[in-house]
C-alpha cells in the first residue's frame, strides 16, 4: 500500500530565503507523486508532478522537487519564498492499481515572516 | 470551461437533517472523485466514478452517504442523518480517464452540523 509522510507540520522562514518542504513516500510499485498548495478557504492547486519521467520537476511559481529513489523522498523546495507563498501544502502519492485515488500526507503549513 | 465547480459553498445544517452536494467536472473528464478534509488534516478519499459508474467505495463512506453519476456529467453526494462529526470540507476533483496527470479540484463544499 503507498503512504506519504511530511515530516514537518509547520514550517517558518522569512522572506526571500529558501523553502525545503519534507516528504518521504512509501509505494510497492514506481509511483506517481505530486505537490498541491491550499490557500486559506480555497481549493487545491497542482504545484508540480512526477510520473516516472525526469527525477528533477519544475513546478508553478518557481517551485521544484527532485524525486530520489534511493531515499525514497520528494522535496519540495523554492530558492526564494515570497509573502503570497504562505499556505499549507500537500504531499501526494497516487495509488498505481488503475483507480489514480489520492493519498494524502497530513500537510505543511507554511509561514513567510517580513 | 471554468473548471470544477462545487455547490453550495457552504452549508450548515442542523444534526438528524439531511444533505446534498453537487460537482460539476470539467467536461471531458471522464474520472470523479469525492474527498473529505477535516480540520487539520490531508483530504481522505471517499468515492469515485468512471464516467456514470461508481467503481470504489472508501470504508469511511458509511451507509448514511451516497453519490451518484448520472449520465457520467455531474455528481451528487447525499449525507443522510447528519451527525457532528460529518462536519468536514468535501472536496471533488476530475481527471481523463488516461491521464496520469494531477486532478483539478473544485473549490470544496465547507459543511458545518450543530
Known amino acids: 500500500a503507498q503512504s506519504v509522510t511530511q515530516l514537518d507540520s509547520h514550517v517558518s522562514v522569512s522572506e526571500g530565503t529558501p523553502v525545503l518542504l519534507r516528504c518521504n513516500y512509501s509505494?510497492?510499485?514506481?509511483?506517481?507523486l505530486f505537490w498541491y498548495v491550499q490557500h486559506p478557504n480555497k481549493g487545491l492547486q497542482l504545484l508540480l508532478k512526477y510520473t516516472s519521467a525526469a527525477t528533477l520537476v519544475k513546478g508553478i511559481n518557481g517551485f521544484e522537487a527532485e524525486f530520489k529513489k534511493s531515499e525514497t523522498s520528494f522535496h519540495l523546495t523554492k530558492p526564494s519564498a515570497h509573502m503570497s507563498d504562505a499556505a499549507e501544502y500537500f504531499c501526494?502519492?497516487?495509488?498505481?492499481?488503475?483507480?489514480?485515488?489520492?493519498?494524502f500526507g497530513t500537510g505543511t503549513r507554511l509561514k513567510v515572516l517580513a | 470551461d471554468t473548471g470544477v465547480s462545487q455547490d453550495p459553498r457552504h452549508k450548515i445544517t442542523k444534526r438528524g437533517q439531511n444533505v446534498t452536494f453537487r460537482c460539476d467536472p470539467i467536461s471531458e473528464h471522464n474520472r470523479l472523485y469525492w474527498y473529505r478534509q477535516t480540520l487539520g488534516q490531508g483530504p481522505e478519499f471517499l468515492t469515485y466514478?468512471?464516467?456514470?459508474?461508481?467503481?470504489?467505495k472508501s470504508r469511511l463512506l458509511s451507509d448514511r452517504f451516497s453519490a451518484e453519476r448520472p449520465k457520467g456529467s455531474f455528481s451528487t453526494l447525499e449525507i443522510q442523518r447528519t451527525e457532528q462529526g460529518d462536519s468536514a470540507m468535501y472536496l471533488c476533483?476530475?481527471?481523463?480517464?488516461?491521464?496520469?496527470?494531477?486532478?483539478?479540484f473544485g473549490s470544496g463544499t465547507r459543511l458545518t452540523v450543530v
Open positions: 501526494v502519492v497516487s495509488d498505481t492499481s488503475g483507480t489514480y485515488k489520492y493519498i
Open positions: 509505494s510497492s510499485y514506481s509511483p506517481s
Open positions: 476533483a476530475s481527471i481523463p480517464s488516461s491521464s496520469q496527470g494531477g486532478y483539478t
Open positions: 466514478f468512471q464516467n456514470e459508474a461508481q467503481l470504489e
